[in-house]
């Protein structure tokens, strides 16, 4: 069973920094592409950005684009979300995923069959 574990979130004001980090637990992490999502309260989960297997390709949401990198270490089996400029609208619980096998669409939740517990963060303004 594969585990993913976040940490980093916490609280900051806007125009502030956030580095999140997700550990993961089994060995063959460098197959996979790796996504982070967010959801806000009320809100769904949303898609973030996502990593591929090697990290030469990367997608990101119009919303975090030019703000956020993402970025992982295989090495380490850890990929990584660095948040610049932070804006009280990215507010939310952010979740670190590893895409399932043969899944086509990078950006949407259910293309992804392991998730992390979350990890808060909150923007004041």
């Known amino acids: 069973q594969v585990q993913l574990v976040e940490s980093g979130g916490g609280s900051v004001q806007a125009g502030g920094s956030l580095r999140l980090s997700c550990a993961a637990s089994?060995?063959?992490?460098?197959?996979?592409?790796m996504g982070w999502f967010r959801q806000a309260a009320g809100e769904e989960r949303e898609f973030v950005a996502c990593i591929s297997s090697i990290g030469g390709n990367t997608k990101y949401s119009d919303s975090v684009k030019g703000r956020f990198t993402i970025s992982r270490d295989n090495a380490k089996n850890t990929v990584y979300l660095h948040m610049n400029m932070l804006k009280p609208d990215d507010t939310a619980v952010y979740f670190c995923?590893?895409?399932?096998?043969?899944?086509?669409?990078?950006?949407?939740?259910?293309?992804?069959?392991?998730w992390g517990q979350g990890t808060q963060v909150t923007v004041s303004s």
């Open positions: 995923a590893r895409k399932g096998v043969g899944r086509t669409n990078w950006i949407i939740a259910s293309s992804y069959d392991y």
């Open positions: 089994e060995g063959t992490f460098s197959n996979y592409v």
